[in-house]
């Protein structure tokens, strides 16, 4: 019994802490078939609301590693890549104002392109037709 009670007030409290910062905002990112790249980026770009945004898996995701990268250089300036799993939000520091694509190493050895979707709170996103 009191292990079910810890398990129901820690998902309480993770339930309050991913609820508690802004809109989730689903994402697609498609994978080409036969990507062996190291990270496939989203069309969409956004832009950080706040000091931080949170990222969550979506649709088609095993655990995965997931990074961003500014759109002012992008070779130049990858952030440090977080562990995603579903269940567990992933928090990423971010520039304020500033405008990024997600990256997940998600590959692909099949002939067909597959398709993922991730989850974004603390974030503004632009499609890539509204640039």
């Known amino acids: 019994m009191k292990k079910l009670a810890a398990f129901v007030l820690v998902f309480l409290m993770m339930s309050a802490f991913s609820g508690c910062n802004g809109e989730k905002q689903e994402i697609e990112i498609i994978i080409p078939a036969g990507s062996e790249e190291a990270f496939v980026f989203t069309k969409e770009i956004f832009s950080a609301e706040k000091d931080d945004i949170i990222i969550s898996a979506g649709?088609?995701?095993?655990?995965?590693?997931?990074?961003?990268?500014?759109?002012?250089?992008?070779?130049?300036?990858?952030?440090?890549?977080?562990?995603?799993?579903?269940?567990?939000?992933?928090?990423?520091?971010?520039?304020?104002?500033?405008?990024?694509?997600?990256?997940?190493?998600?590959?692909?050895?099949?002939e067909h392109d597959i398709a993922v979707s991730i989850y974004v709170q603390n974030a503004e996103i632009k499609s890539k037709a509204e640039e």
Do not use: C
């Open 59 to 110: 649709a088609g995701f095993s655990d995965t590693s997931v990074t961003i990268k500014t759109e002012k250089v992008p070779e130049e300036h990858f952030y440090e890549p977080v562990y995603l799993t579903h269940g567990m939000p992933a928090e990423i520091r971010t520039e304020k104002g500033e405008w990024f694509r997600i990256g997940v190493s998600v590959q692909n050895p099949s």
